[in-house]
């Protein structure tokens, strides 16, 4: 059995380099000119301030140092990839970082943020981080093993999919850090404390993205001294990779990322529908009708936190992969008529 001891020591390894480099990407933001500005969909406070958009280096730096780290530590491994694994999802990571902070630079096109995005994700699958299999909600057994183009088709879409969900997430203080903290808790438990044997080894990377993002979220948390810009992709890059080393936790992931994902889903349907890119953000997501109607941030990214831990939670409940089914069901229908309230009222709110 591994010390808690271990754990502590991560956790508090990842979220000690986020304070540190906060200030750091604060300062360094500041003085290049790497800042956030008023346009577009961006019109929130932090952006009338003009802080920091290098927030993403808190994540970046404190992950990874982390992660190294942590392959020093006296624990068991028993993922004869894991190694392999390790190695794509920090060098995957390491292209959608650099992707993203050049974003920040250079206001990077939609083409060429999903060609990044194309690039971490088709890393990542080369190092054996794919989805090989589910389980079958009906007999809780897991699916044979599929085609090797099905794999990695799904496992491509999974990650681009994931990261577009956690940048068009990020439209208000503390939210996308906040959400992915929860992710990676509900990630961590599935490891450490609910499969047997343990996968104590990958649970440091989850301790790590939860270490990093508290970490990230206490400067981001409205008022923000620093956003995380094109780090979002990065984040979402963890989420996305993290889910499938983790032994395919989609269940787990899906519920809490449940309502993103649909309004990811929803709005690029909607774009489409008007002949927009559906990669080119707007004020069309949750977050910001909210915050039109008058919600407060904070008010909104609680009611987010609240939500998806709910029903993030669910998924420790029971094993039973026909409860988790029902569940998803459940959510995605409650999220759908959210929705559908939502664009009532705002088509209300236009007419008069």
Same mark, same amino acid.
């Given at each position: 059995? !591994?010390?808690?001891?271990?754990?502590?020591? !991560?956790?508090?390894?990842?979220?000690?380099?986020?304070?540190?480099?906060?200030?750091?990407?604060?300062?360094?933001?500041?003085?290049?000119?790497?800042?956030?500005?008023?346009?577009?969909?961006?019109?929130?406070?932090?952006?009338?301030?003009?802080?920091?958009?290098?927030?993403?280096?808190?994540?970046?730096?404190?992950?990874?140092?982390?992660?190294?780290?942590? #392959?020093?530590?006296?624990?068991?491994?028993?993922?004869?990839?894991?190694?392999?694994?390790?190695?794509?999802?920090?060098?995957?990571?390491?292209?959608?970082?650099?992707?993203?902070?050049?974003?920040?630079?250079?206001?990077? +096109?939609?083409?060429?943020?999903?060609?990044? #995005?194309?690039?971490?994700?088709? $890393?990542?699958?080369?190092?054996?981080?794919?989805?090989?299999?589910?389980?079958?909600?009906?007999?809780? #057994?897991?699916?044979?093993?599929?085609?090797?183009?099905?794999?990695?088709?799904?496992?491509?879409?999974?990650?681009?999919?994931?990261?577009?969900?956690?940048?068009?997430?990020?439209?208000?203080?503390?939210?996308?850090?906040?959400?992915?903290?929860?992710?990676?808790?509900?990630?961590?438990?599935?490891?450490?404390?609910?499969?047997?044997?343990?996968?104590?080894? !990958?649970?440091?990377?989850?301790?790590?993205?939860?270490?990093?993002?508290?970490?990230?979220?206490?400067?981001?948390?409205?008022?923000?001294? $620093?956003?995380?810009?094109?780090?979002?992709?990065?984040?979402?890059?963890?989420?996305?990779?993290?889910?499938? $080393?983790?032994?395919?936790?989609?269940?787990?992931?899906?519920?809490?990322?449940?309502?993103?994902?649909?309004?990811?889903?929803?709005?690029?349907?909607?774009?489409?529908?008007?002949? +927009?890119?559906?990669?080119?953000?707007?004020?069309?997501?949750?977050?910001?009708?909210?915050?039109?109607?008058?919600?407060?941030?904070?008010?909104?990214?609680?009611?987010?936190?609240?939500?998806?831990?709910?029903?993030?939670?669910?998924?420790?409940?029971?094993?039973?992969?026909?409860? +988790?089914?029902?569940?998803?069901?459940?959510?995605?229908?409650?999220?759908?008529?959210?929705?559908?309230?939502?664009?009532?009222?705002?088509?209300?709110?236009?007419?008069?």
């Amino acid at each position: 059995m !591994v010390d808690s001891g271990i754990f502590v020591l !991560v956790f508090v390894m990842a979220l000690s380099i986020a304070l540190i480099v906060g200030p750091i990407a604060d300062a360094l933001g500041k003085r290049y000119k790497i800042v956030s500005i008023m346009g577009g969909r961006r019109v929130n406070d932090a952006d009338a301030r003009g802080v920091s958009k290098l927030g993403g280096l808190c994540l970046f730096l404190s992950f990874t140092i982390t992660v190294l780290l942590a #392959q020093f530590l006296p624990v068991p491994h028993l993922d004869s990839y894991e190694v392999v694994r390790l190695i794509g999802l920090l060098v995957g990571g390491t292209v959608i970082f650099i992707v993203g902070l050049l974003d920040d630079i250079y206001q990077f +096109k939609a083409l060429s943020i999903f060609t990044g #995005q194309s690039i971490a994700g088709a $890393i990542a699958i080369a190092f054996q981080i794919f989805i090989e299999f589910f389980n079958n909600p009906i007999t809780g #057994q897991q699916t044979l093993p599929w085609a090797h183009i099905v794999t990695v088709t799904l496992s491509y879409f999974w990650l681009v999919g994931m990261m577009n969900t956690v940048n068009f997430l990020d439209g208000l203080d503390g939210l996308a850090g906040g959400v992915a903290f929860i992710a990676g808790t509900m990630l961590f438990v599935n490891s450490a404390l609910r499969v047997t044997p343990p996968q104590t080894s !990958v649970s440091l990377l989850m301790l790590a993205l939860m270490g990093s993002s508290l970490g990230f979220v206490l400067y981001n948390f409205y008022p923000a001294r $620093i956003i995380m810009g094109g780090g979002a992709f990065y984040l979402g890059y963890l989420i996305g990779t993290l889910s499938i $080393i983790g032994g395919a936790k989609m269940a787990a992931i899906l519920l809490v990322m449940g309502l993103p994902l649909m309004d990811l889903l929803w709005q690029a349907i909607n774009r489409l529908r008007r002949g +927009k890119n559906p990669f080119e953000g707007d004020r069309g997501h949750v977050h910001f009708r909210l915050l039109d109607m008058g919600f407060s941030q904070r008010q909104i990214v609680t009611g987010y936190y609240l939500f998806c831990a709910f029903f993030g939670v669910l998924t420790l409940v029971t094993d039973s992969q026909l409860f +988790k089914f029902v569940t998803l069901g459940v959510m995605l229908l409650l999220v759908a008529i959210g929705f559908v309230l939502l664009a009532r009222t705002r088509t209300t709110q236009t007419g008069s």
